[in-house]
């Protein structure tokens, strides 16, 4: 079975820094892929980026870079330049090539300071 | 640009009656997701389908909850008779395929049962 662990349910950053975001994971197919992707207090669910199992380099886009240190199992977040509007829950999710389907963790509550 | 569409945004209703929630995905999406997130977790998956076909249905109440996405297209989500239990957000989502590709999330029906 698959399984993402998330275990900062809440994490505050001063804006225009740089913040990590944790993210294990678990599962026995070789192929996979990593997902992030950020909650609003509106709800709708924004994609963010993706890694997948094979790749060799760490995913980047924009601010959001993905540490991904397979060895490990961990998929870390990182927001550079941090923004007001970066607040929101942040959710790590895995999807495997054996069920196709998107398993997520309990997400962590980020609070950017002014 | 393209967006997958959701209604109602909210509904509340009665316990034991009869709800329903509408999706859209984006067009040409194969496989289309519905979640349910109950307030302070991750989204956890009630059905999953490619094209017509129900692919994963595994943690869906069968006994009062009801899916079908008739012609591959839009889907319906029901829950007869409904429990306050099943106060959360409901999620779709679609992605081109099942391989290993993003999801996007509709900006979900936020549900309360009284």
């Known amino acids: 079975a698959q399984k993402i662990t998330q275990t900062q349910p809440g994490m505050f950053v001063q804006e225009k820094e740089a913040v990590t975001l944790d993210c294990t994971y678990d599962?026995?197919?070789?192929?996979?892929?990593l997902f992030w992707y950020k909650q609003p207090s509106s709800g709708e669910m924004i994609f963010l980026i993706y890694?997948?199992?094979?790749?060799?380099q760490n995913a980047t886009e924009g601010r959001y870079s993905l540490n991904f240190q397979k060895a490990r199992k961990s998929a870390n977040l990182v927001i550079s330049a941090s923004q007001l509007g970066d607040s929101a829950m942040y959710f790590c999710?895995?999807?495997?090539?054996?069920?196709?389907?998107?398993?997520f963790g309990t997400g962590t509550r980020l609070k950017v300071l002014a | 640009e393209a967006e997958v569409a959701q209604s109602p945004r909210y509904k509340i209703t009665e316990k034991s009656q009869a709800v329903a929630f509408w999706c859209d995905p984006i067009?040409?999406?194969?496989?289309l997701y519905w979640y349910r997130q109950i307030l302070g977790q991750g989204p956890e998956l009630l059905v999953q389908?490619?094209?017509?076909?129900?692919?994963?249905d595994s943690q869906l109440p069968k006994d009062r909850f009801s899916a079908e996405r008739l012609k591959g297209v839009d889907s319906t989500l029901k829950i007869q008779p409904a429990e306050l239990g099943d106060s959360a957000m409901y999620l779709c989502?679609?992605?081109?395929?099942?391989?290993?590709?993003?999801?996007?999330f509709g900006q979900g029906t936020r549900l309360t049962v009284v």
């Open positions: 989502a679609s992605s081109i395929g099942q391989f290993l590709s993003e999801a996007f």
């Open positions: 389908f490619q094209d017509e076909s129900v692919v994963d």
């Open positions: 599962t026995s197919d070789q192929s996979y892929g």
């Open positions: 067009s040409g999406h194969a496989t």
């Open positions: 890694q997948g199992s094979y790749d060799e």
């Open positions: 999710a895995i999807k495997t090539s054996g069920t196709y389907k998107y398993i």
